[in-house]
Every structure is written in C-alpha cells, then in structure tokens.
C-alpha cells in the first residue's frame, strides 16, 4: 500500500509520510486518486452544493507587519481606508438580495474598531440579519474580546496560522508575532464555541514540503471547521516582491488531501487560487473544496484591500461577482446554493 492509499484507508499519515505524500504532488495518478477520494466525499457530506461567503473587506489600516502581507503596516504606499457601520449594513443589505446567508467581515487588525464598535456591528447586524451567520477574520485578541463578540452574534471566525512550524513562522513574521499565540488565539476561538477557521499559504517564501507536513499535522490536532489555503502571491511593496508565487498544482493536491484528512470540512476555493489560474476556483472544487467567497466590499475601496499583485475581481460589482460564480461552478458540475452552510 502506498502512502495515498494509506491516507484514503486511515484518513491520516504521520509526518514523514505526509511528506513522502507531498513529494508525490506532481504524480497525476496520485493526484487523480486523491481528487477521487476528495471528491466523493465532499459528495457524501454536502453534496453538489458550494457554499457561498459575502466577504466585506472593511478596513486595510493594520497594526501588523506580516512581511507578505501588501496591507501591512509600513507600507506607506497604501491608500488606507475604513467603511464605517453604516456603509458596512449596506454591503449586507445588498448581499442579503443576491442570496448570501454568511458575511464574513475581513480587515487588517485596526485599533480604531475596538471590541464595543466592532460589537456594537456584530449586534446590528444580526438583529437585521438573524437567519445569516456572520464570520469575523480580524486577527488575534484576547480571549475576553472574542468572548464579547461571540455573545454580541458573531459565530466563525478565520484565524489562519500561517506556518505551523515555529523558524518558518519567524521567516514571515517580525519577531512581536509568535505562533504560540497564534495557536492559542485558535483554541480559544473554539473554546468560545465559534466554527473556527485556520489555514496557510501555499509556496510561502521558504516553505519546504516538511512544513506542510507539520501543517496538515496541525489541521488534524485542532480539528477546524473551516480550512482556508490559497498559493502565496507576491505583492510588489514588500520584501518577498521578487519570490515566485506558490503553485496552483500544489494548492490542488493539498485540497484534496485536507478533504480526506476532515471530510466535513469547509474548504474555499480561494481567491488567490483564481488569481494564479483563471480555472483556479474550478480546479479547486473538483480538488474537493465546497466554498467560495465572492466580494461585497464596495467596488471604490476593493483595490485598496490588496493583499498582493494583480487580485480578480476587483472591478465587479457584488451582483456580477455572484452570476459569474455562478456560472463557474455549474460548469464543473456544482451548484451555488444559498444557504448559511454550518460546518456538520
Ligand atoms: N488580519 C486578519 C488576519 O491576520 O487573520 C485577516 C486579514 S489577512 C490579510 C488574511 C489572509 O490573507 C492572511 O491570513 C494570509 O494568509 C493572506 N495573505 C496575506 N498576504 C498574502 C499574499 N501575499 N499572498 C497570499 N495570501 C496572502
Ligand atoms: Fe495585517 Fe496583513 S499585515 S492584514
């Protein structure tokens, strides 16, 4: 039995067999085996439905200097902006009518929202909205502030850890950021009860196969609800300008393998993996994800919110976003359903 066998059959490998595995990313039987397996079982739990996420990207001021990252902190090219709760309501009420039942509510990590506005958004917005879950990607708290916000109705939250490997985590952090505290900003995030995402960039700079093998390690310890990968993409003013993107056939082969690996997973096909691939989203959903995350924001401010080069879908309005979804997903197969998707 090889090692793709022996995931399919235990739903689990050990280190050095999840980098045997990895090594094998290119082989097409093995991709085709995985993608198989992956497929099928995103069929038995949710079946040919995609789930769809309204992403509101509401502020890009962060205190944080991911070095990646094209919003960091010290990138004074950026021209910052900050929706306020009203503009926010807005973006709902319009995604509300083209059938969006999550907003996710995405920014850097801004002071100038503290826990009562932020709370104060999250109340609004779910007595408007009470049948539509509302997810919170804002970056690691305190575990008094994520309580706050879980009782104001927030009830997910993505957090991704990055790297789960503590020397490839100081290679694309300055050193104020720690992974532990990363890790613990999960685990309270569960303890609150939220549906809690992690996740990592694909080919960040320096990534080796073993990181990703203590990565899906990671995954299987934490046991998220949400798994959100997407190849690392170089934005131009910041010191990985000159790296090559992450690869698009490895993005895939990880899909698939963190399928099998949390079969009721909700796994996006990521917007960044549209970016490196025109097909990329498509490839994704036949790799086993079951989730995509079109804009909401504002058309004026999407180019603002750039994480790296050459982003899609930051021209269109929400409602083109959606029918061009749409028609993606049908095209391999899928449906765009409109429900809010919880994790089983
Ligand atoms: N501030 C929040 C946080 O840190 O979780 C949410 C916003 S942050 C921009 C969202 C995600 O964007 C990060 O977790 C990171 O994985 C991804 N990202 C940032 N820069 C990227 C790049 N150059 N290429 C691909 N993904 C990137
Ligand atoms: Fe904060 Fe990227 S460095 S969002």
Do not use: W
């Amino acid at each position: 039995m090889n090692v793709a066998e022996k995931l399919i059959k235990e739903g689990k490998l050990s280190r050095e067999e999840y980098k045997e595995l990895l090594a094998c990313a290119e082989r097409p039987d093995i991709r085709q085996l995985l993608a198989e397996e992956a497929t099928a079982l995103r069929q038995k739990y949710y079946g040919n439905k995609i789930y769809t996420r309204g992403l509101i990207e509401f502020t890009n001021y962060c205190k944080n200097n991911c070095y990646y990252c094209g919003i960091r902190r010290d990138n004074r090219n950026v021209k910052r902006y900050r929706l306020t709760k009203e503009e926010i309501l807005s973006c709902c009420e319009n995604g509300y009518e083209l059938g969006y039942r999550t907003f996710v509510l995405q920014g850097g990590e801004d002071p100038y929202y503290s826990d009562e506005k932020m709370a104060e958004i999250i109340r609004e917005i779910r007595k408007g909205y009470p049948d539509c879950a509302i997810t919170l990607s804002i970056g690691e708290k305190s575990y008094e502030s994520y309580k706050l916000l879980r009782e104001a109705g927030a009830n997910r939250y993505l957090l991704r850890h990055e790297t789960a490997n503590e020397q490839h985590y100081g290679m694309l952090h300055p050193a104020s950021m720690s992974l532990t505290v990363r890790k613990q900003c999960l685990y309270d995030l569960k303890s609150l009860g939220y549906q809690v995402g992690a996740g990592f960039m694909v080919g960040s700079p320096g990534q080796k196969l073993e990181h990703l093998a203590e990565d899906l390690e990671f995954l299987e310890e934490l046991q998220p609800h949400m798994v959100g990968i997407g190849p690392f993409i170089p934005h131009h003013d910041t010191q990985f300008a000159a790296e090559p993107a992450g690869s698009v056939d490895m993005t895939i082969f990880l899909l698939s393998v963190i399928r099998i690996l949390l079969p009721k997973v909700l796994l996006p096909a990521t917007t960044a993996l549209g970016t490196v691939d025109p097909r990329g989203r498509e490839k994704g959903i036949l790799a086993g994800a079951n989730v995509v995350m079109p804009n909401l924001s504002p058309v004026l401010h999407r180019k603002q919110y750039e994480l790296y080069d050459n982003k899609i879908c930051t021209g269109e309005e929400s409602a083109e976003c959606r029918q061009c979804l749409a028609r993606r997903v049908e095209s391999v197969g899928c449906c765009l359903v409109s429900e809010r998707g919880d994790a089983k």
